[in-house]
């Protein structure tokens, strides 16, 4: 799948709608990364440009706040925790089985960008362990192939 041109013209309204409000870093980029889905180099230099605010600080934002993306991500986000209830009940079976149905490793997406598999360290639902989070749908107790077929019927 390649890449479209990105269209600029998109932060027009984000910025406008934020222009009087002094420091409203986070929810430009928020909108911003809401229009693209991530956020690229170049939307980060025009916003830099159309507000003022220096690149440096508008990549100490985005790189400080796990919210924002500088990568593409795929169309359904998968996480799955690792912490200690999970890693012990199975996360890491949930893990290869999904690298291996998907053609994934962690912390990429597939080439189509349907899927972006990432871990993360603890979703404060150990007593559903193992916990796998898809598109902001907690999933406790998660079997991999019932997991993969889930993910499956998603794309």
């Given amino acids: 799948m390649s890449d479209a041109p990105i269209d600029l013209a998109l932060l027009d309204p ?8 002094k420091g409203a870093v986070i929810p430009v980029l928020q909108r911003a990364q809401d229009a693209y889905g991530y956020l690229p180099k170049e939307v980060l230099t ?17 790189t400080f706040y796990s919210q924002f993306n500088l990568e ?10 690792d912490g200690t209830a999970c890693h012990v009940r199975g ?3 949930i893990v290869e089985a ?10 990429s997406s597939d080439l189509d960008y349907k ?9 404060g639902s150990c007593g559903l362990a193992p916990v796998v ?9 998660t079997k991999p192939d019932t997991l993969v077929e889930r993910l499956l019927q998603l794309a």
């Fill in 14 to 21: 984000i910025i406008e709608e934020f222009k009087s409000q």
């Fill in 46 to 62: 025009a916003i830099s440009k159309k507000t003022g605010v220096p690149q440096s600080r508008l990549y100490g934002v985005v």
């Fill in 72 to 81: 593409r991500q795929g169309r359904h986000i998968v996480r799955i925790c």
């Fill in 91 to 93: 996360a890491p079976k």
């Fill in 98 to 107: 999904i690298g291996d149905a998907l053609n994934l490793e962690p912390g």
């Fill in 115 to 123: 899927y972006t598999l990432e871990i993360v360290y603890c979703v």
């Fill in 133 to 141: 989070v898809v598109d902001d749908v907690v999933y406790g107790h």
